[in-house]
């Protein structure tokens, strides 16, 4: 039944290559769905990123949300973000799953909650069992949606555009963001659906709608749930998969000085079959990959940078200044203080998505009866995703223009221009260019690496699309294959043609799902710290006390 199903997704991801087989036609397409498009796409870009002004600088409002409701969870819960980090180690490498192991009768499900929902407490199941992945399947799952282009190509725009001190932001930024991880997570196991075959849903969808309820505001919580899953869907299509598909078929084509249509289109194909194997088996299939392409694909990344380091040594006190020094006293962008800050904010926030609630989709489908329990494991994810591997990539480029090979903040279109041959270079070409500059040839390496990042980024959107596709539509088998026909069209279409239109249209709906997402973390906080009290306490019976 299984292999049927795949067929008939394959055979409609087909259909769009057939069809763009001249080039010619491609383009002519391209260029009149840009044009349709173009008008719209940018007037919803401009609402998303609605901003004022501080000393001369635009600061979006959707940027000041995310940082200042991070900023609040950080207090909150007293600095969890950084408290907590060897607790969440030991609690991904499974020190505390004994609790887990304690018995249903330890269980203490919240009765109004469960009673709003229809469901009689005293027969609710302990959800440990239910479950679908493990602590760390579910923390991959999650980091291989942001681990990505963003950590390759965003950083060296920030650079470019800030200079060396919007890495300092950046970091500040994915720290904060810790805590919004932490916050949404433990809400999405918290309010969760799980099927009789242990199949799980969860995600802002179900927090928004069911942690409303509690509150008697159950129309307010569905108004928001329902416009969380629509844009959820449109950035499953837009900036989780065309982008994604575009970018690594752009790197593909351009490393091997290859036809970009046909090329393009033969690759989009090639993705469209390895993604459409991976996500018919759902999120255990998509976690038993991620676990291993997520390790895989950042440990090849973090290893050539730790090389370049290691070959710059005597410069790294020297760039550490740079970053420390500009982060205060910028030189290379216009708006001075505040423009470099709104710089590493930004770029931050595009890469670990601490605040849109995408994270939590995947995180909820985690085996464990204590919802806190993966909320400490997803404060991970904004640390290694920013503080790690961004930092580790502001470095590579910083050393690269130690002897100025590029002057920071003269950009053309989010390009540098190389002093010496005037060559024009922006997001993963310039981190190619800093990469090969240490280690020649590494660009096929970092090709390999972008294509993985996508890969990976695709299979977890898939999930976060497919799960708020079904809480609009239900739950059956043929709204699940509508789904997934859709978007393995969409791979082969984003990796043939550009839609820069579209793509900017539903990229930007990442970023407007904070608003619905962080409305309901606000108001369900004191949830969050109950759930967290309740693990600790359970994880403090086995050593004599609570843990702090």
């Known amino acids: 039944m299984m292999k049927r199903i795949f067929l008939t997704i394959l055979a409609i991801s087909v259909m769009p290559f057939m069809a763009l087989a001249e080039e010619s036609w491609l383009s002519s397409i391209d260029k009149a769905i840009n044009e349709k498009v173009e008008p719209f796409a940018n007037w919803w870009e401009g609402f998303v990123l609605s901003s004022f002004s501080i000393a001369g600088v635009d600061v979006p409002l959707v940027l000041v949300i995310l940082i200042g409701g991070a900023s609040f969870f950080t207090v909150y819960f007293g600095f969890v973000n950084l408290r907590k980090i060897p607790f969440a180690i030991q609690v991904v490498r499974g020190k505390y799953d004994f609790v887990e192991k304690q018995g249903a009768e330890d269980f203490k499900p919240d009765d109004e909650a469960f009673t709003n929902e229809g469901d009689i407490p005293e027969t609710v199941r302990d959800e440990s069992r239910d479950g679908e992945v493990n602590h760390f399947q579910a923390l991959t799952a999650a980091v291989s949606a942001t681990v990505g282009l963003g950590n390759i190509a965003g950083v060296a725009i920030a650079i470019g555009i800030g200079g060396p001190g919007a890495t300092f932001w950046m970091i500040i930024a994915g720290l904060l963001g810790m805590s919004s991880k932490f916050v949404e997570c433990t809400l999405g196991v918290k309010y969760r659906d799980i099927e009789p075959d242990g199949t799980v849903h969860g995600g802002p969808m179900y927090y928004l709608s069911k942690g409303f309820v509690k509150r008697n505001w159950p129309r307010l919580g569905k108004t928001l749930a329902v416009l969380f899953a629509i844009l959820c869907v449109g950035a499953s299509f837009g900036g989780g998969n065309m982008f994604q598909a575009n970018q690594s078929a752009a790197q593909f084509v351009k490393e091997f000085n290859l036809e ?217 088998r043929k709204v699940d294959l509508a789904y997934k026909v859709i978007f393995l069209f969409f791979i082969v279409i984003g990796s043939a043609a550009s839609l820069g239109a579209v793509i900017k249209f539903s990229d930007a709906m990442i970023l407007a799902m904070v608003f619905p997402n962080m409305i309901g973390l606000l108001f369900l906080v004191k949830d969050v710290r109950e759930e967290m009290n309740k693990y600790l306490a359970a994880i403090g019976k086995r050593f004599g006390g609570s843990q702090s």
Not at 334 to 353: D, K, L, P
Not at 361 to 380: F, P
Not at 390 to 419: K, P
Not at 434 to 448: C, E, N, Q
């Open 260 to 476: 970009s249509g046909y090329a393009g289109a033969l690759f989009g194909l090639f993705l469209a079959i390895i993604v459409g194997i991976v996500i018919i088996g759902g999120i255990k299939r998509i976690g038993k990959v991620t676990e291993r392409v997520v390790p895989f694909m950042a440990g090849i990344y973090v290893l050539a940078a730790l090389i370049i380091i290691g070959a710059h040594y005597q410069d790294i006190p020297r760039a550490f200044n740079m970053i420390i020094e500009q982060a205060f006293y910028p030189i290379a962008i216009a708006g001075g203080f505040i423009g470099v800050i709104v710089t590493g904010f930004q770029r931050a926030a595009f890469s670990n998505e601490a605040g849109v609630g995408s994270a939590s989709i995947a995180h909820s489908a985690v085996k464990t009866k204590y919802a806190a329990s993966e909320g400490v494991v997803a404060l991970l994810e904004p640390f290694i995703d920013t503080v790690l591997i961004c930092t580790l990539t502001a470095l590579v480029i910083i050393f690269f223009n130690m002897d100025g090979a590029f002057v920071y903040g003269a950009l053309e279109g989010n390009q540098v221009i190389l002093t010496q041959t005037g060559e024009r270079l922006g997001g993963v070409n310039l981190t190619s260019a800093a990469f090969d500059d240490v280690i020649p040839g590494f660009s096929v390496v970092l090709t390999i690496a972008v294509i993985l990042f996508a890969f990976s980024s695709m299979l977890s959107w898939s999930y976060y699309g497919l799960q708020a596709w079904k809480y609009l539509f239900g739950k059956s």
